[in-house]
């Protein structure tokens, strides 16, 4: 089973400033790596896939980036319905699919 | 429009069982893969079980195999997981998630169905 290591935790933002999320795999998963974004009270909801690719209706100020066992997700400038819990999935070894612990966006 | 709608879930004593439904609505529900996640109390996510669009292959996570069963009626356009021998450790709210063949990830989710296993 494939490891997804989401840092850090918890990170504080100011509305308009850059926000860096990471993800590392336990083991290489090419670019098959998803994004998620879940509100409180929501389902998760798809924002990246192909570890860069953005799914339909996402804004462009998130963006993905990374192969093999790094990842990274940059939200350019937040905005206040940005702030939310992100986690990292792989599809690259199935079954099982497995997700990162989450990083919390929160406000700073 | 895409729509996938839980049903099913509620409060159950520890060994009981409970069977989950998703309605799904919008998309040629046989055509498609689907999955349930589910998320513990203040927890991340977890990948429980998935079915192909035919349902002639299943997959299931190891904490839950043998005691969870995922179907589908592609007739009715239906998921439904029944959960047997259920304990605390399977409280959470379960989602059903349609699997988008061409990169294997989950691209619509339902509102999710929360299951509540308590004495």
Redesign the interface.
Known sequence: EIVMTQSPATLSVSPGDRATLSCRASQSVSN?L?W?Q?KVG?????LI??ASTR?TGIPARFSGSGSGTEFTLTISSLQSEDFAVY?C?Q?HN?????????TKVEIK | EVQLLESGGGLIQPGGSLRLSCAASGFTFSTYAM?W?RQAPGK????VS?ISGSGGST????SVKGRFTISRDNSESTLYMQMNSLGAEDTAVY?CARR?DA??????????ALVTVSS
């Open positions: 098959s998803a998620y879940q929501q389902a998760p909801r798809l896939y192909g799914a986690y999935q599809y199935w079954p099982p699919w497995t997700f990162g612990q989450g | 999955n996640v991340g996510l977890e990948w998935g997959y299931y996570a190891d989602y988008w990169y294997s990830t989950f691209d619509y989710w339902g509102q999710g």
